[in-house]
């Protein structure tokens, strides 16, 4: 069966940031931290992601066969490789010219809360943010699943990201990193 990944994301300010980490340590799992450093490899209709995920002493390699701002629900190939493996990884698809590049580093704390995965996240490219999402398989009604988020970013007052607002902030942030 293929992973389905349905995401949302909701920008936030550095107050609500805090005001939500708060609420999430008393009020849900506890994932733990998940800092990331990843090299986004962006192609108009998918995109690879190389991560070293330095809280986990891991890294993998993704694709994404969907394109933020483009669908909010996509398939995903995840192959996990030896953290030591993470610039070698990066250094070929460097070599073979994959896509336009960004480089991004990014803090974050994993929680689940009511069947919602939360990653609360700071970027230099997307600021404070969260991401809302479940993995689910191809078999599942998308559109449940889909009110399982939106019912959670509602109770805790998150704005979620429509399409035309993720397109224009990831051609912004794409637009910066042109080949």
């Known amino acids: 069966m293929k992973n389905i990944e349905l995401e949302y994301r909701s920008i936030v ?25 990843t090299f986004h490899f962006i192609f108009s209709d998918k995109l690879i992601n190389v991560t070293d995920l330095q809280s986990k002493n891991s890294a ?9 701002g483009k669908d909010s629900h996509f398939e995903e190939v995840e192959i996990p490789i030896e953290q030591k493996y993470f610039d070698k990884a990066v250094y070929l698809f460097k070599a073979l010219g994959v896509g336009d590049i960004i480089e991004s580093v990014q803090t974050r704390t994993d929680y689940k809360y009511k069947e919602v995965e939360l990653a609360i996240k700071y970027s230099l490219e997307w600021g404070y943010h969260v991401e809302l999402e479940r993995v689910v398989d191809e078999s599942s009604d998308m559109e449940l699943e889909k009110n399982k988020i939106f019912s959670v970013a509602k109770e805790l007052g998150l704005k979620i990201l429509t399409d035309e607002e993720l397109k224009k902030i990831t051609s912004e942030i794409e637009a910066k990193h042109k080949k």
């Open 13 to 37: 300010d550095e107050s609500g940031y805090k005001n939500l980490l708060n609420f999430l340590n008393a009020n849900a799992e506890n994932l733990g931290e998940n800092n990331k450093h």
């Open 60 to 68: 993998k390699i993704v694709l994404k066969l969907g394109k933020i």
